[in-house]
C-alpha cells in the first residue's frame, strides 16, 4: 500500500517542477516509488500539422535511446501505437507486436534491461497526447498491486502533462478569437463547400464569405484554406466529430 504523505509529497513536487531538469528528477523518483528503475515521458503538441513539437523526458539507458533513435524505431514502438490509439494503460506483457519490427524493439529493449513495464497514455486538447512509461530490469516483477500503481500514475500523470506545458510555455487553451461566423465558414470549407455555396447556405454574400475566409487565414496564420482546416482541427476550433 502507498503512503498518503509519499503520493501528496510527489505530486507536489512535479505541481511545482519549473525546469525539465527539475521534472526529470520528480519523474525519476515517482518511477522509484512505484518500483520501477526506468522511465520515459514524452508529449506531442501540435502546432503544425508536419512539424509538432516533441518534448522526450528520458529516464531509459542512453545506450537504447541512441538505437532507438538511430534506427528510426518510434513509427513502429508498440508502446507507441498503444498510447495513441487508447486512452487505458497497458501492461507491456499484454501488448501484442504488430509487425516483425515491433516484436524486434521489444525483443531488443530488454537487452538494455527493460524487461518489463507500464505505459500510461494521456490525451488533451485537439491531438495533443502524451505517455509515460516505467519499466524494470527484474524478471520476475511482481505485479500484485500493479493495478493500485496504475491508478496512482494515471491519476497524476496530468499534473506532469500541465507542468511539461507550462515549461515550455504552451496554453493549450489559447486559441486565435474566431467570430462565430467565421467559424461557421471554416466548418463548411471543411465540409468541401466552394465560397459561393457557403454563401447561399448562410444567406450571405459571396464577397462577405471571402472576407471570412481570409480573416480566418490570418488568425491562424495559414497560407491557405487547407492549412486553415488542419490547425483548426489541430487547436480543436473546429471538430470533425461533432
Known sequence: MFELSSVFTIKDKIINST??????????????????EHFIFGVLTPKEMNKPDITIING???EWRERYDRKGYLADDPTV?????????????????TSNKSA?????????????????????HGTSW???????????????????????IT????????????INDVDLKTKPNLTNRE????????????????????????????????????KLSASNRTQAIAKAISTSII???L
Not at 471554416?186 to 457557403?198: H, P
Not at 454563401?199 to 471570412?212: A, D, K, P
Open 239 to 241: 471538430d470533425p466529430i
Open 19 to 36: 525546469t525539465i531538469e527539475n521534472l526529470h528528477i520528480n519523474i525519476a523518483h515517482l518511477s522509484g516509488f512505484c518500483d520501477f
Open 130 to 152: 502524451g505517455m509515460l512509461s516505467l519499466a524494470t530490469s527484474v524478471n520476475n516483477h511482481d505485479y500484485r498491486d500493479i493495478e493500485q500503481k496504475l491508478v496512482f
Open 81 to 97: 501505437n498503444f498510447c495513441r490509439k487508447n486512452i487505458s494503460p497497458v501492461i507491456w506483457s499484454k501488448l501484442v507486436p
Open 155 to 166: 491519476n497524476i500523470l496530468p499534473y506532469i502533462y500541465c507542468c511539461i506545458l507550462n
Open 183 to 218: 467559424v461557421e465558414c471554416l466548418k463548411w470549407i471543411a465540409d468541401g463547400k466552394t465560397s459561393w455555396e457557403i454563401s447561399q447556405i448562410l444567406n450571405i454574400s459571396e464577397r462577405t464569405v471571402i472576407f471570412h475566409i481570409n480573416n480566418v487565414c490570418k
Open 60 to 62: 531509459y539507458p542512453s
Open 104 to 124: 524486434k524493439i521489444m525483443a531488443e529493449s530488454k537487452e538494455f534491461g527493460l524487461n518489463y513495464g507500464i505505459s500510461v497514455p494521456i490525451h488533451s
